[in-house]
């Protein structure tokens, strides 16, 4: 569930749409009900190398903490304020830290440090080697995206629409990137890339950026989608998946817009279908993958005449993660916990395995490896291989 946001006048707590349901804190019944599982015959064998369990994991909003993994080591944040550095190959636990903060956006690396964003409008550096507090400074809002380093440079995405770049050796703020926003979005950011001297970011309303990473100044904007609709709920237009570098083209995905391809040096759109998705894309074979806002999975053909190859509908309302190609599959997880193993060939399914009873919107691959963060903390190193 993610929370909607009326701009300085009340929060709402509701689930989306693009979910699949319009229920509320306020008691309306879910109009339609997550598909049940099919059964298939598996095609791969999973193998758990490790299981170890992270705080409280992706704590009761709709945050998505992604662990960072650089070299031997997963550095992975929970809600509640823990962090811990784990060794990749055998789970061992190299330090833990247990902070006196509300962990919603992490976990950035950059020069020997950890970045994590909090609720109350926080940017904590911590030293990666032992995890000790090395500064704190203050954000123009609460951050949900993962704070980028250049190594010397840190820039945040806040959810007030404001990119920032911070100084690694201090803290301190260098500039700020402003940005209009609109009257009601979901609650949620996509996280900035850097690209060079540039970092590329994109925003509620539908709009994304490329600003000078030294100064922020404007390099280009390029609007990808527009408002349409009588309600304000229609008229979202927000950029909260993840954008996608590819091939040298940046992948954009937008709630209730287009999934769109971006030359990163002009701006200019190269390609783009009409699509849905809160969660992002993933890529394989040549081909663009998305989960759309009613958890289908489906593959594109960039440039393609007809560029729909197949969907895979059978995951219907299930609230399903961001793909992750790998290998000839595709992962992703869904609302029960479940990570479900989709052909890149076809979408058909090929593997299942449960990662906890929570949910589950985080899955990496690195090295032949699967590592999966569900919601309730537990991060499970697996193994794929073919029956």
């Not at 402003?178 to 949620?188: D, H």
């Not at 996608?244 to 390609?271: E, M, R």
């Amino acid at each position: 569930m993610k929370i909607i946001r009326l701009t300085s006048v009340l929060f709402l707590s509701a689930l989306l749409a693009g979910c699949g349901v319009l229920g509320s804190i306020f008691g309306a019944e879910e109009t339609e009900q997550p598909a049940e599982l099919v059964d298939f015959d598996p095609e791969v064998n999973f193998e758990r190398l490790w299981r170890v369990n992270v705080g409280n994991g992706q704590g009761e909003q709709y945050n998505r903490l992604t662990p960072a993994i650089e070299g031997d080591t997963i550095y992975v944040a929970a809600n509640n304020g823990r962090v811990m550095a784990i060794e990749r190959d055998s789970g061992n636990r190299l330090w833990r830290v247990d902070l006196d903060y509300e962990i919603s956006g992490g976990v950035g690396l950059g020069s020997d440090l950890l970045f994590l964003g909090t609720t109350d409008a926080t940017l904590l550096a911590l030293d990666k080697t032992d995890g000790e507090l090395v500064w704190m400074t203050e954000t123009s809002s609460e951050v949900l995206s993962v704070p980028v380093s250049s190594g010397d440079i840190v820039v945040v995405q806040s959810i007030d629409s404001r990119l920032a770049g911070y100084d690694v050796s201090n803290g301190e703020q260098i500039w700020i990137y402003e940005n209009t926003m609109p009257a009601l979005t979901i609650r949620g950011t996509s996280s900035p890339i850097i690209a060079g001297d540039f970092v590329l970011a994109g925003f509620d309303n539908g709009l994304v950026v490329s600003v000078a990473l030294d100064n922020g100044t404007l390099n280009w904007d390029s609007r990808i989608a527009i408002p349409t609709g009588r309600s304000e709920m229609q008229r979202l237009i927000d950029v909260d998946a993840e954008l996608v570098i590819n091939n040298g083209a940046l992948l954009v995905p937008t709630y209730q817009g287009f999934l769109t391809v971006l030359d990163i040096t002009s701006g200019q759109i190269l390609w783009r279908v009409e699509e849905s998705s809160l969660v992002g894309v993933g890529t394989g074979f040549g081909n663009i993958y998305i989960s759309d806002d009613r958890g289908h999975v489906k593959a594109y053909r960039r440039g393609a005449q007809d560029p729909e190859i197949w969907v895979n509908d059978q995951l219907d309302l299930r609230q399903v993660s961001s793909p992750v190609g790998f290998n000839n599959y595709i992962a992703v997880g869904d609302f029960e916990g479940y990570l479900h193993l989709l052909a890149q060939v076809d979408g058909r399914f090929v593997g299942r395995y449960r990662v906890g009873r929570e949910g589950l919107r985080i899955i990496q691959f690195r090295n032949g490896i699967l590592y999966a963060y569900g919601n309730n903390g537990d991060l499970v190193a697996l193994r794929v291989e073919a029956e």
